[in-house]
Nanobody, 127 residues
Framework: QEQLEESGGGLVQPGGSLTLSCAAS????????ITWFRQAPGKEREGVSC????????IYADSVRGRFTISRDNAKNMMYLQMEDLKPEDTAVYYC????????????????????WGKGTLVTVSS
């Protein structure tokens, strides 16, 4: 029963900050690239950020670059998304995902397929 579970979503005012967490269970996250996706109301799911196994390579969507930071703690089997200067357009359900890779230098991706998905956590940015 391999799974990912997000936490940390909630209501925040524009300009505020939140950090999302994602806990992996049933598998070892250290062997996987990690990716955060989001889906806003009425819109398609989009990739937000991803990181390689070592975080030596990261990718950010243009809409979040400079405001969001992806990270991981392999010892804790956790991944995180630090979000700052939040905007109303950041309102979405945020999903964590993981993809198994063949080596330490393997690239991450903002596009599926992924091996594992969380069920999502809602972030609402509103005054």
């Amino acid at each position: 029963q391999e799974q990912l579970e997000e936490s940390g979503g909630g209501l925040v005012q524009p300009g505020g900050s939140l950090t999302l967490s994602c806990a992996a269970s049933g598998f070892t996250l250290r062997a996987y690239t990690i990716t955060w996706f989001r889906q806003a109301p009425g819109k398609e799911r989009e990739g937000v950020s991803c990181a390689s196994i070592t975080n030596g390579q990261t990718i950010y969507a243009d809409s979040v670059r400079g405001r969001f930071t992806i990270s991981r703690d392999n010892a804790k089997n956790m991944m995180y998304l630090q979000m700052e200067d939040l905007k109303p357009e950041d309102t979405a359900v945020y999903y964590c995902a993981a993809e198994r890779t063949s080596g330490r230098l393997a690239s991450c991706s903002l596009h599926p397929p992924m091996d594992y998905w969380g069920k999502g956590t809602l972030v609402t940015v509103s005054s």
